[in-house]
């Protein structure tokens, strides 16, 4: 990812800590970046915005 180290990354608060699965999200300016919180060094995905009220739309209603 082309600039990824320049981003604020976050982690989710439900993330235990202690080497659970989760993933790390970061806003840029014309996107939202998201990448294995295991493997930083890894490519991960870039998506636009609309993709991405999509997909935490999506999630929020899986898990509720």
Excluded: N
């Excluded at 989710?12 to 806003?27: K, P």
């Amino acid at each position: 990812m082309r600039g990824a180290t320049e981003l604020t990354w976050v982690k989710s608060t439900y993330s235990s800590g202690e080497g659970g699965q989760c993933v790390e999200v970061a806003a840029g300016a014309r996107a939202v970046h998201v990448r294995d919180s295991k493997d930083t060094g890894r490519a991960g995905l870039i998506l636009g915005p609309d993709a991405w009220a999509a997909f935490v739309g999506y999630a929020g209603r899986r898990a509720g």
